[in-house]
């Protein structure tokens, strides 16, 4: 074991002679929030689909949670955790049925689902909203409740792909709270996201540029490297140089 | 057909509700809503998913009825006039909605020719636009990146020059340099004399629009110029930083004069409690008054909102 939950060489992916990956490199610690930023057609969903084992490489090296991207990647799946802004519950199930479904999938006994289900409930303060469906739940409760659900069998990883979009700044922030209960616990968190104050709330940030990492660092030494007030400033000087039209 | 004379407005919401039935629960979409939109203004809705934004541009644009209220779009009640309102708005919906097995060119062609007009006809208004993804007319929509979908989608709203332009969410999901390009056009659009209304979850983009409508669970919050809203705001806030941001957020909480504390990227906002005059900030806690942001008043009126 070592202390590196994410180990990336020289990782490519290309599609047709089109590098949408080239040769990104870096580590992820555990316990660590990691932002994963860059612009739209950047690269970051095609890096974040071979890091969870959906996607193969086309060249370089990589291991998640321990497991080799090449060679093991059911158990990668097994030992991560996913969720997105886009996709993340079934509306048509109810918050129970979703919680049953996503534990079954991951081979989670009925009896500690049973017991699991309660606690998470009563976190959420969601008892009485149990058997609604999903569909019907504010924004901010799903998104919420959809993370709790990709950490509910206590991966060793938890990728989070646009979490907050679109959710209300209470919320957001309340989410970000959960985020850090999770490293707590000693989950590893892969995020990305467009609000660049929550850029600020990650531990290194990692910002991509035409299939290439361009900038690797706290928010703090890349506000003193590019000389900026905020991340903000950050991501539009180093994202402005992107050449590819997406 | 009656057209209602108004000099000055080109929107004008009055006391509109819409509810929705959902299993057996009611929803209350939009709450008895009321605003105006100035001709040739900028307009945003500002609220995070689920306020009720889309309802609303589905109301304006004639295509959802509602329960209660008037609107008028352009001079044109929404539902008696919905004919002449349909010819002269131009609606970007959330989603995407064009047709995606047709190319870059057949789509706009295809709008043109709805609206009985060609590209030809219209071209300098969307030029700055549509030039951006002419070298790739014969792509089919389908296959585009987001960036140049949204770049289509607006071309295709526009063909018809239309006086008012609903843009639902257009920003949503698009990294920071792609949203500031979105909004220079926007400023461009508006130069061009179009009402434009536009709706967003990003607080921020709030500073870019004449007047704002701050917008949560169907009900309007707020309403004035985005510099009235945050500098009518009463209350003090001081931006904090220390050693341990975490640490600092629940010891901050638990300060006599901060009514609320929250984080704020790189910082901790401090809400000053009204009646608080002394203020006693630790040893190595940096604090400074700062003028609050729309999103403070946003987080301010949810929370009254709320209770």
Same mark, same amino acid.
């Given at each position: 074991?070592?202390?590196?939950?994410?180990? =990336? $060489?020289?990782?490519?992916?290309?599609?047709?002679?089109?590098?949408?990956?080239?040769?990104?490199?870096? $580590?992820?610690?555990?316990?660590?929030?990691?932002?994963?930023?860059?612009?739209?057609?950047?690269?970051?969903?095609?890096?974040?689909?071979?890091?969870?084992?959906?996607?193969? #490489?086309?060249?370089?090296?990589?291991?998640?949670?321990?497991?080799?991207?090449?060679?093991?990647?059911?158990?990668?799946?097994?030992?991560?955790?996913?969720?997105?802004?886009?996709?993340?519950?079934?509306?048509?199930?109810?918050?129970?049925?979703?919680?049953?479904?996503?534990?079954?999938?991951?081979?989670?006994?009925?009896?500690?689902?049973?017991?699991?289900?309660?606690?998470? !409930?009563?976190? !959420?303060?969601?008892?009485?909203?149990?058997?609604?469906?999903?569909?019907?739940?504010?924004?901010?409760?799903?998104?919420?409740?959809?993370?709790?659900? /990709?950490?509910?069998?206590?991966?060793?990883i938890v990728f989070l792909d646009e979490p907050t979009g679109g959710v209300d700044p209470i919320t957001r922030r309340d989410f970000w709270n959960m985020i850090y209960d999770a490293t707590a616990k000693g989950i590893t968190v892969f995020v990305t996201t467009h609000y660049m104050d929550e850029a600020e709330y990650c531990d290194r940030v990692s910002i991509m540029v035409d299939g290439?990492?361009?900038?690797?660092?706290?928010?703090?030494?890349?506000?003193?490297?590019?000389? /900026?007030?905020?991340?903000?400033? =950050?991501?539009?000087?180093?994202?402005?140089?992107?050449?590819?039209?997406? | 057909?009656?057209?209602?004379?108004?000099?000055? /407005?080109?929107?004008?919401?009055?006391?509109?509700?819409?509810?929705?039935?959902?299993?057996?629960?009611?929803?209350?979409?939009?709450?008895?809503?009321?605003?105006?939109?100035?001709?040739?203004?900028? @307009?945003?809705?500002?609220?995070?998913?689920?306020?009720?934004?889309?309802?609303?541009?589905?109301?304006?644009?004639?295509?959802?009825?509602?329960?209660?209220?008037?609107?008028?779009?352009?001079?044109?009640?929404?539902?008696?006039?919905?004919?002449?309102?349909?010819?002269?708005?131009?609606?970007?919906?959330?989603?995407?909605?064009?047709?995606?097995?047709?190319?870059?060119?057949?789509?706009?062609?295809?709008?043109?020719?709805?609206?009985?007009?060609?590209?030809? $006809?219209?071209?300098?208004?969307?030029?700055?636009?549509?030039?951006?993804?002419? #070298?790739?007319?014969?792509?089919?929509?389908?296959?585009?990146?987001?960036?140049?979908?949204?770049?289509?989608?607006?071309?295709?709203?526009?063909?018809?020059?239309?006086?008012?332009?609903?843009?639902?969410?257009? &920003? &949503?999901? =698009?990294?920071?340099?792609?949203?500031?390009?979105?909004?220079?056009?926007?400023?461009?659009?508006?130069?061009?004399?179009? &009402?434009?209304?536009?709706?967003?979850?990003?607080?921020?983009?709030?500073?870019?629009?004449?007047?704002?409508?701050?917008?949560?669970?169907?009900?309007?919050?707020?309403?004035?110029?985005?510099?009235?809203?945050?500098?009518?705001?009463?209350?003090?806030?001081?931006?904090?930083?220390?050693?341990?941001?975490?640490?600092?957020?629940?010891? /901050?909480?638990?300060?006599? @004069?901060?009514?609320?504390?929250?984080?704020?990227? $790189?910082?901790?906002?401090?809400?000053?409690?009204?009646?608080?005059?002394?203020?006693?900030?630790?040893?190595?806690?940096?604090?400074?008054?700062?003028?609050?942001?729309?999103?403070?008043?946003?987080?301010?009126?949810?929370?009254?909102?709320?209770?």
């Open positions: 074991m070592t202390n590196k939950a994410i180990i =990336v $060489e020289k990782l490519s992916k290309t599609f047709n002679g089109f590098k949408a990956v080239d040769e990104i490199s870096f $580590e992820v610690g555990r316990g660590e929030i990691f932002g994963f930023l860059g612009a739209n057609g950047a690269g970051k969903t095609t890096a974040m689909k071979m890091l969870c084992g959906l996607s193969m #490489p086309s060249s370089g090296k990589a291991t998640v949670a321990g497991f080799d991207i090449y060679q093991e990647n059911e158990s990668i799946k097994k030992n991560i955790g996913y969720m997105s802004q886009k996709f993340s519950l079934y509306e048509d199930l109810t918050i129970r049925e979703n919680i049953r479904f996503y534990a079954g999938i991951y081979g989670i006994r009925p009896d500690i689902i049973k017991t699991k289900t309660v606690q998470l !409930l009563t976190q !959420l303060s969601l008892e009485k909203e149990a058997d609604q469906l999903v569909g019907q739940l504010p924004l901010g409760w799903k998104q919420k409740l959809a993370f709790s659900v /990709a950490i509910f069998h206590d991966p060793q290439q990492i361009d900038a690797l660092d706290t928010p703090g030494n890349l506000k003193r490297l590019y000389q /900026a007030e905020s991340m903000d400033q =950050v991501f539009l000087q180093i994202a402005r140089k992107a050449k590819r039209t997406e | 057909m009656e057209k209602y004379h108004s000099e000055q /407005a080109s929107i004008v919401v009055s006391s509109v509700s819409k509810s929705y039935t959902s299993g057996k629960t009611v929803v209350k979409a939009l709450d008895n809503i009321s605003f105006e939109v100035e001709k040739g203004s900028l @307009f945003g809705l500002i609220g995070p998913d689920g306020a009720g934004k889309t309802t609303l541009f589905r109301i304006l644009t004639s295509l959802l009825l509602f329960d209660k209220g008037k609107a008028l779009v352009d001079g044109f009640d929404v539902i008696s006039g919905y004919k002449e309102i349909r010819k002269r708005i131009g609606y970007m919906p959330g989603r995407f909605s064009l047709y995606a097995d047709l190319t870059v060119q057949e789509n706009l062609n295809f709008f043109a020719s709805i609206f009985e007009t060609t590209i030809d $006809e219209n071209y300098d208004l969307i030029k700055g636009i549509y030039a951006q993804i002419e #070298p790739f007319k014969n792509r089919r929509a389908g296959k585009l990146s987001g960036g140049m979908k949204q770049k289509l989608a607006l071309s295709c709203a526009l063909i018809h020059r239309p006086s008012v332009l609903f843009l639902d969410e257009p &920003t &949503t999901g =698009v990294d920071a340099v792609s949203r500031k390009e979105f909004w220079d056009m926007l400023k461009g659009l508006k130069n061009e004399g179009i &009402t434009i209304l536009v709706s967003t979850p990003y607080m921020d983009e709030a500073n870019l629009c004449d007047k704002v409508a701050l917008i949560q669970s169907g009900s309007i919050l707020n309403i004035d110029t985005p510099h009235n809203i945050t500098h009518t705001f009463s209350k003090t806030i001081y931006r904090i930083k220390g050693r341990d941001m975490q640490a600092l957020l629940l010891q /901050a909480r638990q300060w006599d @004069f901060a009514e609320q504390v929250y984080p704020f990227g $790189e910082y901790h906002h401090a809400v000053i409690r009204q009646q608080s005059t002394e203020l006693h900030f630790p040893e190595g806690v940096e604090a400074s008054r700062i003028h609050p942001g729309i999103e403070d008043v946003f987080i301010d009126l949810m929370r009254n909102h709320d209770q």
